[in-house]
């Protein structure tokens, strides 16, 4: 028990400190559109579904939702005090379209943590049924979030080039997912296990392709793509022209 506990507490340990890093490694990118004073061609929107993501996270670490999860809501609060600073610079500078359109979305994100919070407290008396839908909720996004990078793989396996997918990124997304799985078996939390598999998967996926096509890094044409294709809990890929 006493072994199993300090490899628990070990794995959270880590699983925090990979997961900070994935949420300030967009400082970069922040940095440049407070020096340009424009958002450009950056999507505000992975932010703030990063934002809903560490909520309902943070919430489902809470003790009254669940028990020895402390470190999934410290990180996670963490984690949404950081994604609401880039929700804010990002407002501060984007268009008027932008802006009405990212406003409306952190508006819905709102209401629905803040609804999913309620029902937990006043809808379910028993603590099993608060656990089972504030897991069941924060999974599906944690899954969608992870699942984000997909995009940016395509982009990597069409021009054979892992330009737009830095190493130390895809590196930390799978250590962050490995972290928390490995924190999840101990734990015997299978909410944590389900989001965890997916994200440490499509870390090792990122490392494998990282691995084919790293030999070609420069060697290909750009491919003419605008915007950012983000993953949030933190794993982010900028994509410039």
């Not at 494998?208 to 915007?227: T, W």
Request: glycine letters at 8%; charged letters at 15%; aromatic letters at 14%.
């Amino acid at each position: 028990m006493i072994k199993a506990g300090v490899l628990h507490l070990t794995f959270g340990v880590l699983g925090n400190a990979a997961g900070l890093f994935l949420y300030l490694f967009p400082t970069v990118t922040f940095r440049r559109i407070i020096a340009k004073k424009s958002t450009e061609q950056f999507s505000g929107v992975p932010y703030v579904m990063t934002l809903l993501n560490c909520l309902l996270a943070a919430w489902y670490g809470l003790p009254f939702i669940t028990r020895n999860n402390y470190l999934v809501s410290a990180v996670n609060v963490a984690g949404a005090l950081i994604e609401s600073i880039y929700v804010l610079i990002f407002l501060i500078y984007s268009p008027k379209k932008e802006k009405a359109k990212i406003v409306g979305l952190l508006a819905f994100i709102l209401v629905l943590f803040s609804g999913v919070a309620l029902v937990s407290i006043l809808g379910f008396a028993k603590e099993d049924q608060r656990k089972f839908l504030c897991g069941f909720v924060s999974t599906v996004f944690s899954v969608i979030m992870y699942a984000s990078p997909l995009s940016v793989m395509m982009v990597v396996i069409k021009t054979k080039s892992v330009e737009y997918m830095p190493f130390l990124l895809s590196l930390f997304v799978f250590l962050c997912g490995a972290c928390w799985l490995t924190y999840g078996l101990i734990g015997k939390d299978i909410f944590i296990i389900v989001s965890n598999v997916f994200g440490s998967s499509l870390g090792a996926l990122q490392l494998i392709l990282y691995a084919i096509y790293s030999k070609n890094k420069g060697d290909m044409k750009k491919p003419n793509i605008d915007g950012s294709m983000e993953m949030g809990l933190s794993n982010t890929y900028q994509l410039e022209k």
